[in-house]
């Protein structure tokens, strides 16, 4: 999986040795820390979008329905990775799916043009592999 950039900054976790098999070996970014402190990392490109997201919103975008289902743990927050194409975002679906991780739905086509697969992890986090068009404009 190739990650361009970060669409936010930080993550707070009850189990970090877990939550770095996500982050470092999963996805693959830089991170650096120490034992079971804090990892982080300046050599991810910085933040291209901030949003305050409704959880309605989250459950529509995820579930398609505008309540949160009850056998979920309910996020805290959302994070997006973006890759280079729309075919990236299926394959590092597949990827996180072989690592062992569950997806809440595959790669699919947002109205506003965005293609994004989602999974959930058990700090209630959202975790987004994504590719916007809108994003990529300059770098063509």
Request: charged letters at 20%; glycine letters at 8%.
């Amino acid at each position: 999986m190739d990650v361009l950039f970060v669409t936010s900054v930080a993550v707070v976790v009850a189990d970090p040795p877990r939550s770095r098999r996500l982050y470092l070996d999963a996805l693959g970014l830089p991170l650096e820390g120490e034992g079971d402190g804090y990892y982080s990392s300046e050599h991810v490109a910085g933040t291209k979008h901030f949003g305050v997201w409704p959880l309605a919103e989250a459950a529509e975008a995820c579930f398609g329905a505008p309540t949160w289902p009850t056998d979920r743990v309910v996020p805290q927050a959302s994070i997006e990775f973006e890759v280079e194409d729309a075919a990236a975002v299926a394959a590092a679906g597949d990827e996180l799916q072989r690592a062992g991780y569950a997806l809440v739905h595959p790669a699919r086509t947002e109205p506003w043009g965005q293609t994004v697969t989602r999974l959930l992890t058990e700090d209630g986090l959202i975790v987004g592999i994504s590719y916007a068009p809108v994003l990529h404009e300059d770098r063509d």
